[in-house]
């Protein structure tokens, strides 16, 4: 069974930066696309940023040049590094994972292994 747990959320000011980490356990299958998504309420969840086991990235255009994720060496731990955040990037992210059977590795793909969240609060 396969377990995530989010941490690195907080509040900061508009420009600030912010790192998420996302632990994960329980792999049966470990070539896997690695994503962020965020929510905010009453909004449909976003797809921020993903990442395969071979380390390619795409991002979606609202947060490219801002946000970069990436996977540690044991490749049970991805990043969101965040910076130069902005009001509108407030909102609970989100670590996801599935199996990566080739292609790309996209946020905007259906993931079945979610972590609880972690809120990210940006203020003016």
């Known amino acids: 069974q396969v377990q995530l747990v989010e941490s690195g959320g907080g509040s900061v000011h508009s420009g600030g930066s912010l790192r998420l980490s996302c632990a994960a356990s329980?792999?049966?299958?470990?070539?896997?696309?690695m994503g962020w998504f965020r929510q905010i309420p009453g909004k449909e969840r976003e797809g921020v940023a993903a990442?395969?086991?071979?380390?390619?990235?795409n991002y979606a255009d609202s947060v490219k040049g801002r946000f970069t994720i990436s996977l540690s060496n044991t490749k049970n731990m991805w990043y969101l590094q965040m910076n130069s955040l902005k009001p509108e990037d407030t909102a609970m992210y989100f670590c996801?994972?599935?199996?990566?059977?080739?292609?790309?590795?996209?946020?905007?793909?259906?993931?079945?292994?979610w972590g609880q969240g972690t809120q990210v609060t940006v203020s003016t």
């Open positions: 990442i395969d086991s071979d380390g390619r990235t």
């Open positions: 329980g792999y049966t299958y470990s070539s896997r696309c």
């Open positions: 996801a994972t599935r199996p990566w059977y080739g292609g790309t590795c996209q946020p905007y793909q259906v993931y079945n292994n």
